[in-house]
């Protein structure tokens, strides 16, 4: 899902605001339930622009 780059890249985002995670496993958990919300919502968005 996510290459190195883009896992140094969030972790640094993270930091710029005050978020710290006590290892890289509970980083790389975050970054894919932030995935998965991520394609929940774009699913949602297709379907109700489908009902229209």
């Given at each position: 899902m996510f290459n190195?780059?883009?896992i140094r890249k969030y972790e640094e985002i993270f930091k710029k605001n005050n978020i710290e995670f006590t290892d890289e496993k509970e980083l790389k958990s975050v970054l894919n339930q932030m995935?998965?919300?991520?394609?929940?919502?774009?699913?949602?968005?297709?379907?109700?622009?489908?009902e229209k």
């Open positions: 190195e780059e883009q995935y998965m919300y991520a394609q929940i919502t774009y699913e949602q968005f297709r379907m109700n622009k489908k």
